[in-house]
């Protein structure tokens, strides 16, 4: 077994498309429109996705344009070779960059935290090139 893909609701996917893709770095792997139920989606991911990693299905409801998060989520996690330089590019293609990079509470791991434009938490992890998870170059 493995994890596929979590998906979002968002308010509007071309800007959602643009997040992940212009300031996380990753690829849109495919989209599809579904005119009956009202709903578009667009799959973003590293690497080419499935199945060697998985995806975030960003999915759109016709007409809604945003959501109350809810007090369960928490956030996505995304490995980075550097946190401190992963910010910097996060922040020169526009992005919110919410919790500086730096050591977790009570440890040694380096983290940062950033915001999509629909407000959902992405966690930056420092790992070193080539550990398991690797994402934002």
């Known amino acids: 077994m493995k994890i596929l893909h979590t998906m979002l609701r968002v308010g509007n996917l071309q800007r959602a498309i643009d997040f992940y ?25 590293y690497e080419g996705g499935n199945p060697g990693q998985a995806e975030i299905e960003l999915t759109y409801n016709w ?12 956030h996505i996690a995304i490995a980075v070779p550097d946190a401190h330089a992963a910010c910097d590019r996060i922040k020169a293609a526009g992005g919110q960059v919410t919790r500086e990079a730096g050591p977790v509470k009570g440890g040694t791991t380096v983290i940062a935290f950033v915001t999509d434009p629909d407000g959902y938490k992405i966690e930056l992890i420092q790992r070193a090139e080539g550990a398991a998870g690797g994402g934002l170059r």
């Open 21 to 45: 893709t212009q300031v996380l770095g990753m690829q849109l792997l495919r989209t599809s429109e579904n005119p009956e139920y009202k709903y578009s989606l667009a799959f973003v991911g």
């Open 63 to 74: 007409g809604t344009e945003s959501y109350d998060i809810g007090t369960a989520y928490g």
